[in-house]
């Protein structure tokens, strides 16, 4: 039996691959920092995981996968190359798992874990058993991951660190495109190169999918009809559908008594003709509906039911840590948010203004990477109209060193009538206990470890 060790199992990227390995019958083991809840799930499906990094943990392994986060000079890492036991970084060892299946792969800044869910649950309820890699638990599904016995392999296509250029995929979606994780790619130019790399990943005979409401991505569409690829836009409003030829679009959007939107969704893909479909999403936000766009062109291009397809969406409930409805206590709705690009959060703070717009809304923003923050200022500093309350906590600086830099010079630059800097999480919760209502929501935006708020503040409630 082939022996794997992830040094970095307890991020979402690791343990999903680990969870998969794990079902495909390989021994897994993994070390991390800590003991977070994605390690504790692959323990518990039959992982050994450590706690601490030491050469000791790599005893036995055939293959080292190592987190982008994972630096050279980590004790595992040395003691796996003194070995001689091969070390791979996610990119090179995803496309590998994928060479016997049918590879849909979904990238984009923003939405592509949502989407990937989606997709993944739709393709389920289809009876069509897809394997997937998804960078949060999707919750239709109960996990992040799974080693399905159908041909069909749906995975999150993560751009940081080139993660997404590993892969062999037969079909691509790309949700969007716009600037970020600037430690990587210092400039637009060069994430916007990325992509068109990974474009040209697509066989003769794939299916490049394009949201046609995003600059960024509909850039890309002259580069791959150039390289010779099929693409297909999709878009809630798609008043430039002559440039795109092929095209799956909704029409009547609007909210739903169930927090989220209904719309009717067409398509003029042949195997698809132009029958329309009315789908009801209870996932809230408009940005929803286009990442429900995106799973129906895939549908559309598997000749799968479009009508099956809009009942399983009806259904799903979104993933960890999206707009997550954390708990309720004495009137206060809680929930937590990865959001941490302005686009994101504008987004994020979008669907609970159409969700609640009667509602007083506090957002407690926690900056994640020095670099991202100082690079998007501007755009930070200007995407919580929705919110009527701001804190925003001190940089997470995650991969970084610590700077000079204080998230204070945000707040100071917002045009927000009720914006306040708050450094430490303790000081946050503290704030938001003297001052929330009956009747308030809070969400709290965070990649980094504020999520700790939501459970602060829901056990204090409750205890009151």
Known sequence: MTHVHFIGIGGSGLSAIARLLLESGYAVSGSDRALTPFAEEVRKAGASVYVGHHARNVAGADWVVRSSAIPDDNPEVQAAMQKNIPVYKRA?????LMADKTGIAIAGTHGKTTTTAMTAWVLTELKRDPSFIIGSMAKNLGVNARAGKGNLFVIEADEYDNMFLGLKPQIEVITNLEHDHPDFFPTFEAMTQSFETFINLLPADGTLIVCMEDAGATSLIPYARKAGKNVIAYGAHMENTISA???????????????????VASSNLKSAGLESVEVSLQAPGEHNVRNALATLAIVDVLGLSREKAAKALSKFTGTGRRFELRGEANGVSVYDDYAHHP??????????????????????????????????YLEFSRAFKDADEVIVTE???????????????????????????????????????????PNDVLIVLSAGDADQICAEVLKALQER
């Open 92 to 96: 090179d060892f995803l496309g590998e």
């Open 395 to 437: 940089v997470y600086a995650a991969r970084e060193p610590k700077q000079d830099f204080t998230s204070a010079e945000i707040v100071s630059g917002m045009p927000h009538p009720s914006a306040r800097y708050i450094a430490t999480l303790p000081q946050a919760t503290d704030y938001l206990l003297k001052n929330l209502q």
């Open 343 to 376: 686009t994101e959060i504008k987004a994020t703070l979008a669907g609970a203004r159409a969700r609640y717009p009667e509602r007083r809304i506090w957002a407690v923003w926690q900056p994640h990477t020095y670099s991202r923050t100082q690079a998007l």
């Open 245 to 263: 030829p092929h095209w799956v679009m909704a029409r009547d959007v609007k909210p739903n008594q169930r927090g989220g939107f209904d719309f």
